[in-house]
């Protein structure tokens, strides 16, 4: 079992900043990648920004220039700083990650979700 558990959510005013984090702990093999997703009230999920294995990264346009993904060495946490917050970007964030684990002996590749933080940016 893999559990994901965020931190670092809150109340910031506009302009302001937040550093999220996501930390999986568990019968962990490997991570593939880990990401970041956001959803407002009376909206769908959204991916915000992805970090592949590799060290690629990828970000939805409202955030560009803006959030920063990145990962520890260990490749098992991962971080959103989130720099220049607008009012928009109010949402409660979740954390997911693809990990690989060992199963009643066989290596499984499956999804995982954090329970969620909230992040408030004031006007």
């Known amino acids: 079992q893999v559990v994901l558990v965020e931190s670092g959510g809150g109340l910031v005013q506009a302009g302001g900043s937040l550093r999220l984090s996501c930390a999986a702990s568990?019968?962990?093999?490997?991570?593939?990648?880990m990401a970041w997703y956001r959803q407002a009230p009376g909206k769908q999920r959204e991916l915000v920004a992805r970090?592949?294995?590799?060290?690629?990264?990828n970000y939805v346009n409202s955030v560009k220039g803006r959030f920063t993904i990145s990962r520890d060495n260990a490749k098992t946490t991962v971080y959103l700083q989130m720099n220049s917050l607008k009012p928009e970007d109010t949402a409660v964030y979740y954390c997911?990650?693809?990990?690989?684990?060992?199963?009643?002996?066989?290596?499984?590749?499956?999804?995982?979700w954090g329970q969620g933080t909230q992040v408030t940016v004031s006007s």
């Open positions: 568990g019968s962990i093999f490997s991570t593939d990648t």
């Open positions: 970090s592949h294995s590799g060290g690629s990264t």
């Open positions: 997911n990650a693809l990990v690989s684990s060992f199963v009643v002996g066989h290596l499984t590749t499956r999804d995982y």
